[in-house]
């Protein structure tokens, strides 16, 4: 299982938020970039980026600045927020990013999502934000009637290479994964799944390294990470030996 340090960009800055809230931030730097080189330099081999401007504008916003840590920062980059058509995709992948997460789009346009996975096969991941067991989307601000299996559903014929599963009411406050949810979910797909939201300690990372077995590959972790709740090569030797 790999684990994946989250490196939200609010304004320019590396922020957290707290259930998706914008007005619930805390600033951790005001350069992400030495943020995301500080943890590959811990044993990261994957950053999960976000641009928070981009998902609450619906429009890439910081993406000179996502440009600066893909040419400073090793790891592989996966980025999402605003990310609503081909032309943004591909300009991404041109400036290096691996992997490009599609949210919104996903709900409003499936068939562009399908188009993309062809175009990129293994480079497009899936992004299931969820709340109350209902889909949220643009930014986490409206609500969807239809449930994350349902959409998973939907691309299990495409060619995307994972889907991050993010629990809204846990991202950000440090309660714990929904172990049962996430179970229910990747029993439910072929697709592998990313788990996301309420990673708080190194024994939520040994609870979910059991769920290997029914497709969730990896771990996303944000706020554990910069409390210092969770240090983050003892996590990723944890999940490389799981156990």
Same mark, same amino acid.
């Given at each position: 299982?790999?684990i994946?340090?989250a490196?939200?960009?609010?304004?320019g800055?590396c922020?957290r938020?707290?259930?998706?809230?914008?007005?619930?931030e805390t600033i951790?730097?005001?350069?992400?970039?030495?943020?995301?080189?500080?943890w590959?330099d811990?044993?990261a081999q994957?950053?999960?980026v976000?641009?928070l401007d981009g998902a609450?504008?619906?429009?890439?916003?910081?993406?000179?600045?996502?440009?600066?840590?893909v040419?400073n920062?090793?790891?592989?980059?996966?980025i999402?927020g605003g990310?609503?058509?081909?032309?943004?995709? *591909?300009?991404y992948?041109e400036?290096?990013?691996?992997?490009?997460?599609l949210?919104?789009?996903?709900?409003?346009? &499936?068939d562009?999502?399908?188009? +993309?996975?062809e175009?990129f096969?293994?480079r497009?991941?899936?992004?299931?934000?969820?709340?109350?067991?209902?889909i949220?989307v643009?930014?986490w601000?409206?609500?969807?009637?239809?449930t994350?299996?349902?959409i998973?559903?939907?691309?299990?014929?495409s *060619?995307?290479?994972?889907?991050?599963y993010?629990?809204?009411?846990?991202?950000?406050? *440090?309660?714990?994964?929904?172990i049962d949810?996430?179970?229910k979910l990747?029993?439910?797909?072929?697709?592998p799944?990313?788990?996301s939201?309420?990673?708080? &300690?190194i024994?939520?990372?040994?609870?979910?390294?059991?769920?290997k077995?029914?497709g969730v590959e990896?771990?996303?972790?944000g706020?554990?990470?910069?409390?210092?709740?969770i240090?983050? +090569?003892?996590?990723?030797?944890?999940?490389k030996?799981?156990?």
């Amino acid at each position: 299982m790999i684990i994946i340090p989250a490196v939200d960009i609010k304004e320019g800055r590396c922020v957290r938020l707290k259930q998706g809230i914008a007005s619930e931030e805390t600033i951790f730097s005001d350069q992400p970039e030495e943020m995301a080189k500080r943890w590959y330099d811990m044993g990261a081999q994957r950053i999960h980026v976000v641009d928070l401007d981009g998902a609450f504008s619906g429009r890439p916003v910081n993406i000179r600045l996502i440009e600066k840590i893909v040419k400073n920062v090793p790891a592989e980059i996966e980025i999402g927020g605003g990310i609503r058509d081909i032309d943004t995709i *591909k300009r991404y992948i041109e400036i290096g990013v691996k992997y490009v997460i599609l949210g919104t789009v996903a709900i409003k346009n &499936s068939d562009m999502v399908i188009e +993309a996975s062809e175009i990129f096969p293994g480079r497009i991941i899936l992004g299931i934000d969820a709340r109350d067991g209902k889909i949220a989307v643009e930014g986490w601000t409206k609500g969807e009637d239809v449930t994350p299996i349902e959409i998973a559903k939907r691309f299990e014929s495409s *060619k995307i290479s994972s889907i991050i599963y993010t629990d809204i009411k846990r991202d950000g406050m *440090k309660t714990g994964p929904n172990i049962d949810v996430i179970k229910k979910l990747a029993s439910s797909t072929n697709i592998p799944i990313i788990a996301s939201g309420g990673i708080s &300690s190194i024994e939520d990372i040994k609870r979910l390294l059991p769920l290997k077995s029914y497709g969730v590959e990896g771990v996303i972790i944000g706020r554990a990470l910069y409390d210092g709740d969770i240090n983050l +090569a003892e996590a990723i030797k944890i999940a490389k030996e799981g156990v």
